[in-house]
RNA sequence: GGAGGAGUGGCCGAGCGGUCGAAGGCGGCGGAUUUGAAAUCCGUUGUAGGGGCGACUCUACCGGGGGUUCGAAUCCCUCCUCCUCCGCCA
């Protein structure tokens, strides 16, 4: 609770779902949350009571601020402001004016319980979700490429790579602890080569526009992509010195290390209103990802598969609520586009709706094959957010036909993970002898290396 | 880190504790003029939450929060943000 609050004051942000579309619908906003396997149904009840009771007190309470704003102005014209008409008459607004700060109070608390509900909820599964609790129930969209085939035992990426001296873990461990990883020589140039690759494709032939975003952000940021207030502890908070705090007698703003670039580039339009002929809005990043991966003990604990630090290039998009659909279609592309010309085989899946992040409502992964794992693992994940996040940052837009501003809708991708990626050109590029091929897209990007050579 | 200054509607910018949702300008929209456009003139133009079938009406919002007061954009406290100068620093 503590964790979001500040947020609360600092950006007034609107609840997640819109309270009245949810009150009013229950029984359809009980379904579709069952769908992704949220069904704390006593809650949602909860909510219809505190809805029903927040309008009945506004009302009681506007009424009697509605007597005492005709009284002041009954003040305002008495001449005479010693008259003891006068004072008797203010003591008994002091008495109206109580009975408003109580009323208040009483709309503040459950306005407060209200919003805390409402934040905690999932965004509502689009109709075009499929149904299904976990990943087994996610549909294959379509497969690109073959699987590559060789004639020797495949090894995975963490063997390559310390063979090929470009990946050290041990020292990783030393300086940082498990689940780090330090990129060496020409590791550490694929990963720079892949990060301006992705940056220039998408900037130049998508049409999106480049940014370099802070990788430390507020609360409210964090708030309004939806990783708070339910997943604090999947981020890196960073530490704050009440101790000093206290002697400077500062107050800073709760900052947490990014867990993708998604939270600083969505955040570029809170609490805006744009113009709707600016819509689509393109924005392609870059930045470092940090993760705790609470609760993840014991999976991919080997390798870069899972590390708390790992870059990523980030595709976000801004759109009217009309397109929203469609324009996941184009954005999943344009991240697929990326694999295609490293030529990286890879499938598409639809995500079912229990296996969906907590703000989307529906999402494709593009999965890339890891010859080693034998298996399709996540390299990007895209998704729809409807206006879910846009309510919660107040992202706006005014439609081109004049009338009132309207959410807009948000969408993002990875375009792609880095550090994944690196890892399947790895396993899928392996030679016999242990060298890697340089896919042909990054040898320029490489100072015309076109492969890593075996030691 | 030290010393100052400032936060008002989409933007800029006025505003004696009551008649201020707030002058004026820009921008936007509608209209007049024009072959069309520019210019000019007239009008109009915030957001959100209640109530009413409805025309409509009420309430809140002048960076956030709190306080004083019968009454706060205006007074007090506090926090945040931005700017300027000095210092330090990649």
């Known amino acids: 609770m503590r964790d979001w609050c500040s947020a609360l004051t600092c950006c007034r942000p609107a609840p997640m779902l819109d309270l009245r579309h949810v009150s009013e619908n229950l029984p359809e906003v009980k379904a579709a949350l069952t769908r992704r396997g949220f069904s704390d149904a006593a809650l949602l009840d909860r909510l219809g009571t505190l809805a029903e009771e927040r309008r009945s007190v506004i009302t009681g309470v506007e009424a009697l601020r509605q007597e005492r704003n005709e009284a002041s102005q009954a003040m305002a014209n008495v001449a005479d402001k010693k008259s003891e008409e006068f004072q008797t008459r203010r003591e ?9 700060k109580q009323g208040e109070a009483r709309q503040a608390a459950v306005e407060t319980e209200l919003e805390a509900i409402l934040l905690n909820l999932p965004n509502l599964p689009h109709p075009g979700t499929p149904d299904g609790l976990t990943e087994n129930d996610n549909v294959e969209i379509r497969v690109w490429g073959d699987k590559p085939s060789f004639d020797f035992d495949a090894r995975d990426h963490v063997e390559l790579g310390t063979g090929l001296d470009i990946l050290d873990f041990e020292r990783a461990a030393k300086i940082s602890g498990s689940r780090f990883v330090v990129l060496k020589g020409l590791g550490s140039r694929l990963n720079r080569a892949l990060m301006q690759f992705m940056l220039d494709v998408h900037a130049a ?3 999106y526009e480049e940014v370099w975003p802070p990788v430390l952000v507020k609360d409210s940021a964090m708030l309004g992509t939806g990783q708070l207030p339910k997943f604090a502890k999947d981020a890196f908070r960073m530490a704050k010195d009440e101790e000093w705090e206290a002697e400077a007698g500062a107050q800073g703003h709760d900052l947490y290390l990014v867990p993708t670039a998604e939270v600083p580039i969505t955040n570029l339009h809170a609490n805006e209103i744009v113009a709707g002929a600016d819509l689509p809005i393109a924005y392609t990043g870059y930045t470092a990802c940090f993760r705790s991966e609470a609760g993840s003990y014991g999976k991919d604990t080997r390798g870069m598969i899972r590390v708390h630090q790992f870059d990523k290039v980030e595709l976000v998009r801004f759109c009217h609520p009309d397109e929203g659909e469609a324009q996941l279609d184009v954005l999943t592309q344009h991240a697929q586009t990326i694999l295609q010309k490293l030529g990286l085989h890879h499938r598409v899946v639809q995500l079912c709706a ?20 034998s298996a399709y693992r996540e390299i990007s994940s895209c998704s729809w957010f409807g206006d879910f996040q846009a309510r919660r940052m107040k992202a706006r837009f005014r439609p081109e036909d004049k009338g009132k501003p309207r959410f807009v809708h948000t969408l993002n991708g990875s375009g792609l993970a880095i550090g994944r990626t690196l890892v399947a050109i790895l396993e899928q590029n392996q030679q016999a002898d242990g060298s890697v091929n340089v896919p042909e897209a990054l040898v320029p990007y490489m100072a015309g290396i076109e492969r890593i050579p075996a030691p």
């Not at 008994?92 to 408003?100: A, C, M, W």
């Not at 907590?358 to 010859?371: G, H, N, R």
């Open 92 to 100: 008994q607004l002091r008495t109206l004016g109580d009975q408003i």
């Open 205 to 207: 032939e998508h049409g």
């Open 354 to 373: 229990g296996d969906m992040g907590f703000a989307a409502q529906k999402s494709y992964d593009l999965e890339v094959w890891l010859p080693a794992q």
